[in-house]
């Protein structure tokens, strides 16, 4: 079956950056892209971007524009995501999130990793 | 940029009773690229329907989405104990802000 593994939680200064791992496995990796959408405490959903692992192509939410790094490693099946210059306000719940369409967003996001907390603090 | 508006904010309810979520768009959105999700306390979300109207594969037949332009609407027609969570909907890049559905 399709999985996604998050890498564990982390806790990072402010101006810091933090890289978090998306392992997929049950697919052929290269078919599908990937979401990124992070959640802050107690707050709703909020999509970060998204990348085509065949090509390492990228889309990002114009919020994380400059700060937002999306890569993969097609030799281990592992999507990344990279974001700098952190502040106390990118403290949530990071997830990722397969788009199960060739088409993107005709079949929904589905399913999730199991998320990643990340925590900015001084 | 497309804004989604869902309504109302909280919905409180009885279990076996009817529940009616809406999901306005600030623009007409292609229907087939409407998504609804669950999403209970320490889970990650989970696909409920695609397109508009089309359950993901398991999820149970009293869900159900209807909608198209900018009015979207999903229905759970016989709430059970499992189904209080919150509710989010998305197109491409844009989640609504949620529906909590509560226990009456």
């Known amino acids: 079956q399709v999985q996604l593994m998050q890498s564990g939680a982390a806790v990072k200064k402010p101006g810091a950056s933090v890289k978090v791992s998306c392992k997929a496995s049950g697919y052929t990796f290269t078919n599908y892209y990937m979401h990124w959408v992070r959640q802050a405490p107690e707050q709703g959903l909020e999509w970060m971007g998204i990348i085509n692992p065949r090509d390492g192509s990228t889309n990002y939410a114009q919020k994380f524009q400059g700060r937002v790094s999306m890569t993969r490693d097609t030799s281990t099946t592992t999507v990344y995501m990279e974001l700098s210059s952190l502040r106390s306000e990118d403290t949530a719940m990071y997830f990722c999130?397969?788009?199960?369409?060739?088409?993107?967003?005709?079949?929904?996001?589905?399913?999730w990793g199991q998320g990643t907390l990340v925590t900015v603090s001084s | 940029e497309i804004v989604l508006t869902q309504s109302p904010g909280t919905l409180s309810l009885s279990p076996g009773e009817r529940a009616t979520l809406s999901c306005r768009a600030s623009q007409s959105v292609h229907s087939g690229y409407l998504a609804w999700y669950q999403q209970k306390p320490g889970q990650a979300p989970r696909l409920l329907i695609y397109?508009?109207?089309s359950r993901a594969t398991g999820i149970p037949d009293r869900f159900s989405g209807s909608g198209s332009g900018t009015d979207f609407t999903l229905i759970i027609s016989r709430l059970e104990p499992e189904d209080f969570a919150v509710y989010y909907c998305q197109q491409y890049g844009t989640f609504g802000q949620g529906t909590k559905v509560e226990i009456k």
């Open positions: 397109g508009a109207s």
């Open positions: 999130a397969r788009d199960p369409s060739r088409i993107v967003g005709a079949l929904g996001i589905d399913p």
